[in-house]
């Protein structure tokens, strides 16, 4: 088959790529061989990108799998490379096996950062030049005959059930060393083994143990919940209290963290010359069980005693036609998940405050929001201090959002966590317009959902000065004795 025919054969189907991706696959995989291929990938990939993109996003992994293979026979090289970095770090292992299968195919070596722990992946008695990311030095990278082998850079994600556990646990729990079997979580739990079992069900609905809701989104849209229903969330709080609760926190995590909030997270920024906003894609999800384990091994716990927490913390969604999608991930609505994605960022936290520390910047995060503070550009340029920052996160096994990187001066306004930090902690002042005008059409009118666009008018008020309070002391008492006095009308 010669290049016209191939493209002939291609342009009619392309107006259907879902209904014909197996043709497609399969003629582009005949055709790659060509002398001219990269003018099909160009035109395939014109065509195709949205629904390829589709397919990433899906969350069925012999989807995002058939995505992968998309990207391989129909991207171009650089586009190729960003996609195919947010795959290897996939919760599923048939993705990132394609993944990387993809990456040697179009001989892509740049996915992330050298991993210095293993040699790279190549014949015994080959070497090869690398610059070391903690000293930026050249520095020779040995091929090992015996151990595995493996490449010079590190797409996999971080240790937590993706590298072999120590003998010995790095930070041993005494509540969590004392875990050995299925039984000694059962008699924590205070349950039987029958009475876990029905627990442990996949899916959300009826005879689940988890049920789906939509909340909307600040941005639009709406996003998918999985809240635990009342047997599993008991179950879920007795580890949180027992097992969790006890572990250390790093302090740059400020969400989910008893004694911090927003306006802690928002302090540390307060009069910089330059903020960074960053957010990682499908943070709770990233989580999944494998890595769980790992956590938990971590922490001195059995490894089955690890897969029946990591079982009991996680969701594992039905797919359409009833096949169960694995690994199972940190539902959005446990009570377990906020403490356990922030023990599970623990070295990202600490590798990023000691970046920050190196060019003199600030370092905090929020959930899924990291943000860094500048009293100056770094001596080696913005764009420079931002890749680490990106490649750090990549090799702990996360996504960053880049379409929600935000840099910002202070020429405009500056909001870290919806606060204002240009020169002090403050309210945006168009919430407190809006505010303001809300009580003013109460004192005309009366409180009422009308009035204040809520269905739970008394408690929208209360809350809303208590937030002021909670930022701008001073202005919140007076907001606080208004509303107070508000209320009190007959």
């Not at 005879?207 to 998918?224: D, L, M, Q, W």
């Not at 009991?312 to 694995?326: D, K, S, Y």
């Not at 000691?354 to 905090?364: D, E, F």
Request: net charge positive.
């Amino acid at each position: 088959m010669d290049i016209a025919t191939l493209v002939a054969t291609l342009i009619p189907l392309l107006g259907d790529p879902e209904g014909n991706g197996d043709e497609i696959v399969r003629l582009l995989d005949r055709g790659r061989a060509l002398a001219d291929y990269e003018v099909v990938r160009f035109l395939v990939a014109k065509r195709t990108e949205s629904f390829v993109r589709r397919l990433l996003e899906d969350p069925d992994p012999r989807v995002r799998r058939t995505g992968v293979r998309w990207v391989e026979l129909t991207f171009a090289r650089s586009p190729a490379a960003k996609s195919l970095r947010d795959a290897t770090k996939d919760r599923a292992k048939v993705v990132r096996q394609a993944a990387f299968r993809a990456t040697r195919a179009l001989r892509l070596d740049d996915v992330a950062l050298p991993d210095l722990r293993v040699p790279f992946r190549s014949l015994p008695g080959e070497s090869r030049t690398a610059i070391n990311p903690f000293t930026q030095k050249p520095m020779v990278l040995e091929a090992s005959a015996s151990r595995q082998r493996h490449r010079g850079f590190n797409p996999t994600g971080w240790r937590f059930g993706l590298y072999p556990v120590p003998r010995r646990p790095r930070r041993p729990s005494p509540e969590l060393s004392a875990l050995k079997s299925r039984r000694d979580v059962e008699v924590l739990l205070g349950v039987t083994g029958e009475e876990l079992a029905p627990l442990l069900r996949p899916g959300a609905g009826r005879g689940c143990p988890y049920v789906a809701f939509e909340v909307p989104k600040a941005s639009g849209g709406t996003r998918i919940l999985h809240a635990p229903r009342a047997a599993l969330k008991r179950l879920q709080r007795i580890l949180l209290k027992q097992l969790l609760a006890p572990l250390e926190l790093h302090p740059a995590a400020h969400g989910f963290v008893p004694g911090r909030s927003t306006v802690t997270n928002a302090a540390p920024h307060v009069g910089a010359r330059i903020l960074v906003k960053m957010d990682l894609v499908d943070f709770f999800p990233t989580v999944h069980f494998g890595r769980l384990v790992g956590l938990f091994e971590h922490y001195g716990c059995a490894r089955e005693a690890a897969e029946v927490l990591a079982t009991i913390v996680t969701f594992r969604p039905v797919l359409p036609g009833g096949r169960v999608a694995w690994p199972s991930v940190l539902p959005q609505g446990a009570p377990t998940s906020p403490v356990l994605s922030n023990l599970v960022c623990r070295r990202m936290d600490a590798r990023l405050a000691a970046l920050a520390t190196k060019v003199g910047a600030v370092y905090t995060r929020y959930a899924d929001d990291l943000t860094f503070s500048l009293r100056e550009a770094p001596s080696q340029g913005l764009g420079h201090f931002l890749w680490w920052v990106n490649q750090i996160i990549g090799q702990e096994g996360f996504v960053e959002n880049l379409r929600k990187r935000r840099v910002l001066r202070p020429a405009g306004q500056m909001r870290v966590t919806g606060i204002v930090t240009n020169t002090q902690l403050s309210i945006p002042r168009e919430a407190r317009r809006r505010f303001r005008a809300v009580l003013h059409d109460c004192e005309r009118r009366g409180v009422s959902p009308e009035t204040t666009g809520h269905e739970e008018p008394r408690a929208y008020l209360l809350g809303f000065a208590a937030y002021v309070a909670m930022v701008q002391p001073e202005l919140g008492a007076k907001l606080r004795t208004k509303v107070r006095a508000l209320l009190a009308r007959p």
